[in-house]
């Protein structure tokens, strides 16, 4: 069964940083590597919107212009695990983040993608 769990979120103040982390379990993802990654995030009322997406071996990464320079998405094949560092947070940046694989090349469009994590709470206060 395929699992997408992610860890990492929490309240800090605007500037700070935070790093979440998405652990892939299952025999789906016995092949980590040849999924696409992805972070996206939803505000309550509004759509999920894309963050940031990685293809095999963060070869090449991508990123909403909202998050350019300040946040950086990563994976550890090894560890079927992706991660977003996340600096110089902005209370804007308040949202669930989810974390998100599909099969192939990374795209930004949320229905491309095929297994979701169940989400973790960022919160920045100003």
């Known amino acids: 069964q395929a699992q997408l769990v992610e860890s990492g979120g929490g309240l800090v103040q605007a500037g700070a940083s935070l790093r979440l982390s998405c652990a892939a379990s299952?025999?789906?993802?016995?092949?980590?590597?040849?999924?696409?990654m992805a972070w996206f995030r939803r505000v309550p009322g509004k759509e999920r919107e894309f963050v940031a997406a990685?293809?095999?071996?963060?070869?090449?990464?991508y990123y909403a212009d909202s998050v350019k320079g300040r946040f950086t998405i990563s994976r550890d094949d090894a560890k079927n695990t992706v991660y977003l560092q996340m600096t110089s947070l902005k209370p804007e940046d308040t949202a669930v983040y989810y974390c998100?694989?599909?099969?192939?090349?990374?795209?930004?469009?949320?229905?491309?993608?095929?297994?979701w994590g169940q989400g973790t709470q960022v919160t920045v206060s100003s």
């Open positions: 998100a694989a599909r099969r192939g090349i990374a795209t930004t469009r949320e229905n491309e993608y095929e297994f």
């Open positions: 299952g025999q789906t993802f016995s092949r980590f590597n040849i999924f696409a």
């Open positions: 990685t293809r095999w071996s963060s070869a090449s990464t």
